[in-house]
């Protein structure tokens, strides 16, 4: 088998070594480590094809995985079996100009390619913050969001094909370099998101816009979120659609701040807005830059600040961009990745922080406001081990059931992955995890890609 | 059998008189007619699954349908059966200022639904053609498009969530009213575009935006769709990004204006390119629109008209709008919704021009240039029935090959259906087909849904 595994991976792409294997024994999802039997690094889709049909074989679970900056454990080796990487495969096929789109293999950084567009005058907008460092196709498994979704949408959004290998190792395309497209199934919004449980991404076409060139960036103050959710709905009324709308507590900053050894401003105030504008026009950007700030100051901002140069606006996103890793640094720490309508997102707001008195646990919030996608942040602080395992699940519990009540569900961006899928029956009913259950089997019988993934057990 | 499909369609909304039934025995396809044994017009999602439910418990096939506009017949009950008609689930539920978002049964005219949202200055933007009599529903089944599609792409761009009823009745509910959602497969987008073939929508949920107020159309003549396409290459690398660009050639605006009776601007020239530019700022939009006609003319335009009044505006779009009806109405008919990458448009109609002249048929091109997508429409005249059904066949399989040849397939916005299927393995593989009929069957594993649409016998 293993002989088998070794001709299909191609040379030098099996690896069986216990030290270069751990690198595929974890991803960025807590302190979660589960080794796979063996790993392959395989350069092109026939060797993608020929380790699945050796895997399907054998019944050798595969676990797909990119860079391994996922936070749901959707690229952790749960069962072991095959960690199979594309990181090899990175490499822009092309970049279109006439058509504005782009072909590339999955193991390209996203930020590599959005570079490489932008030399060419071009825009790819999904920013998960991992942008550095995570790679296309797993942005693809995982739908990766970031703080532009609100004006540009998220991953799926810039998705128009794919090329494909499924668990028994056959190569599919779907959809092609085409804005139009109801020919069959939509097989290729259903890949995206899949978290690698339905087939291995091995080709991906990406739409492209020209590049906006100009950007206005504000910092505004609120004395609560209902304050700053207010604010936006309003600008939204102006008919301004900024491309970030970011929300931070002032814990949230002051653990920016703190790490960087440095003030930044709105940290003293309960809720700071980062607010963006983007565009092809220099004066509307800077107009409706100016308007944003006047609105707020309208409904209840506290002050505004607008960047008044490049690097006011770097610092601005500096500190925003510092948060994850400076909240996660504090203490040992659970994420969720909370998403609820919008307009409900104060009353959200309140929930957590009822909940979060009651069990007497720390969080520290910050995300997407224009998208109700709020990242709650639990940190264990002083509390015993014994507390913390006591206390959390039934917290995380009443969480999700709050965010199912006001029309929301239990992850926006980071997917179910692994750390998930056990909340899934509060988002979804039996009848619907049922039927997820049969489309993953109709591209999966064996249940060898990725399993214990997405779907609960 | 018939009593409890009485009882569960509720009081008034079976239908068995053959004189009523005739509405639901066909749609805008040709000329085909397929009558149902009997037809229902429930008003709510548990009328639909009850009769969902004594469907599946007696084998009837369903056929569900909203307006019957569709042009690949998809509406067609081809195995007689129910025809389950949506009609009269036709209540916008809310319109959701706060959060951007509508809430409607799929019985909503698409047009309706556009003029309530912009009455409170929001924009849901495709446009099939038909808007003024097609559903929502119908809509989200056939994944409509329209000519905005190009700037904000087509009915699948704008569904966040749904509700729909499997073929065994089972009620179920996907997506909601959020920007981002990771959670579990995207089912919403896996349904949208499926022909009513995996599941009936009962509830959709919608995307809007602010209403762009200000628009600037213009009429560009060019002496080849080369020049045209070239030309429209030029103006994305100015960053200007239509929300049209219609193309049509001499022959579809002389059928318009004969059928108006009145002369239309281009109409002399061999390729014709309706561009609109919309936003919201008037001197922003005045300007690209001024901006787009000079790049037209620097690039091989012979005329520019830009519109310099509402009624000039009106009038360009009466001529787009009135080619449809009056191409078809100069004969007997077959339509071909050709979709390709933009930027191989020019060799998609040399191609088309090439394969008419060698089988002696007459053809009249008009779309979504933008888009790639173009309507072949070939037209019948005089030619004999033995002569029209002899070289039709062989006609549109060169078409279509030569389509996929170029990296298109073959339906950009009209659907597969049930006259477009026996082609479906010119645009897909064996493999691919084969991985669609397993996803038909996780959802309807008895095949009663729509039967005989989408997928080949």
Known sequence: MLEALRTAAGPGNLILDREALEKYASDETEDLVFW????????????VSAL???????????????????????????????????????????????????VVEPGVITQVLQEAVEAEGLFYPPDPASRGSCMLGGNVAECAGGPRALKYGVTKDWILGLEAVLADGTVINTGGKLLKNVTGYNLTQLLVGSEGTLA???????????????RSTLVATFDSLEGAAVALTKIFEARI???????????????????RGRHFPGMEAPATLLIE?????????????????????????????VADS???????????????????????????DTVVPRAN?????????????RHGLTTICYGHAGDGNIHVNILKMQ??????????????????????????????????????????????????IELMRRVKAAFDPKGLLNPSKLIPE
Not at 345 to 357: C, E, G, N, V, Y
């Open 36 to 47: 796979p039997a063996v790993a392959a690094t395989p350069t092109t889709t026939a060797q």
């Open 52 to 102: 699945m049909r050796v895997a399907h074989a054998h019944n050798i679970p595969v676990t797909p995985r990119g860079a391994g900056t996922g936070l749901s454990g959707g690229a952790l080796p749960v069962k072991g079996g095959l960690a199979l990487s594309l990181e090899k495969m990175n490499r822009i096929l092309e970049i279109d100009r006439a058509n504005l789109m782009a």
């Open 200 to 214: 291995v991404v091995t080709k991906i076409i990406l739409k492209l816009i020209p590049y906006p060139p100009f």
């Open 241 to 259: 659609i900024p491309c970030a709308t970011e929300f931070m507590e002032s814990s949230a900053i002051q653990a920016a701040a703190k790490k």
């Open 277 to 305: 504008v983007d565009g092809y026009d220099r004066d509307v950007v800077e107009r409706d830059g100016q308007r944003t700030g006047e609105v707020c100051l309208a409904h209840g901002a506290l002050d505004v600040i």
């Open 310 to 336: 490049p690097t006011q606006q770097k610092e601005m996103w500096d500190m925003r961009r510092a948060i994850g890793e400076a909240v996660k640094g504090l203490s040992i720490y659970k994420e969720e």
């Open 345 to 357: 997102l104060p009353k959200l707001m309140r929930a957590l922080d009822d909940i979060k008195k």
């Open 383 to 432: 509390m015993s081990d014994r507390d913390w395992a006591e206390k959390l699940p039934p917290a995380i519990r009443e969480i999700f059931t709050e965010v199912v009540k006001l029309g929301g569900t239990i992850s926006g961006e980071h997917g179910i992955g692994f750390v998930q899928r056990e909340w899934l029956p509060l988002a979804m009913t039996k009848d619907e």
